[in-house]
């Protein structure tokens, strides 16, 4: 699925996740306007969802909280957009069909059979996400 400049991709054709630490049941709804699990901690705007079990790991991973990461099957109750957060500013074309919805979205199930990342992966992405924090970078929020 290529999407480069559609706003509403075809949601009946992907399967979606969310990575988080969040401890949620089926049929929960992950909404926009809590705490983000990420940067600052501010009120997020969106919820972000991806249609790769990677982002979906390093979502799991690098979430603020304590507790194990958790990838959640979800389903999005209103219209997705490319997350300009990695879209065409990191990773041209969306390879990592990421994406965020101002609409809340439903856990269908939690995956329990997933591996993460190396030890040593994951300390150069925290490292690399620590060295934005410093130039200032955040997420987009627009």
Same mark, same amino acid.
């Given at each position: 699925?290529? @999407?480069?400049?559609?706003?509403?991709?075809?949601?009946?054709?992907? %399967?979606?996740?969310?990575?988080? $630490?969040?401890?949620? $049941?089926?049929? &929960?709804?992950?909404?926009?306007?809590?705490?983000?699990?990420?940067?600052?901690? $501010?009120? =997020? =705007?969106?919820?972000?969802?991806? &249609?790769?079990?990677? &982002? &979906?790991?390093?979502?799991?991973? @690098? =979430?603020?909280?304590?507790? /194990?990461?958790? +990838?959640?099957?979800?389903? /999005?109750?209103?219209? +997705?957009?490319?997350?300009?957060?990695?879209?065409?500013?990191?990773?041209?074309?969306?390879?990592?069909?990421?994406? *965020?919805?101002?609409?809340?979205? *439903?856990?269908?199930?939690?995956?329990?059979?997933?591996?993460?990342?190396?030890?040593? %992966? @994951?300390?150069?992405?925290?490292?690399? @996400?620590? *060295?934005?924090?410093?130039?200032?970078?955040? =997420?987009?929020?627009?």
């Amino acid at each position: 699925m290529d @999407l480069p400049n559609d706003t509403n991709p075809d949601l009946t054709s992907q %399967q979606f996740y969310h990575g988080t $630490k969040v401890n949620l $049941k089926p049929g &929960a709804l992950i909404e926009p306007g809590f705490n983000s699990n990420y940067g600052t901690n $501010k009120k =997020a =705007a969106y919820v972000y969802l991806t &249609a790769t079990m990677d &982002a &979906a790991i390093w979502g799991a991973e @690098l =979430a603020l909280g304590e507790g /194990p990461g958790r +990838i959640y099957i979800i389903e /999005p109750t209103g219209p +997705i957009e490319d997350d300009p957060n990695l879209t065409d500013k990191k990773f041209p074309g969306n390879p990592t069909k990421s994406y *965020r919805s101002k609409d809340p979205l *439903r856990v269908i199930a939690e995956l329990t059979d997933w591996q993460g990342h190396s030890p040593e %992966q @994951l300390n150069a992405m925290r490292e690399n @996400l620590e *060295r934005l924090k410093q130039l200032g970078i955040e =997420a987009i929020e627009d």
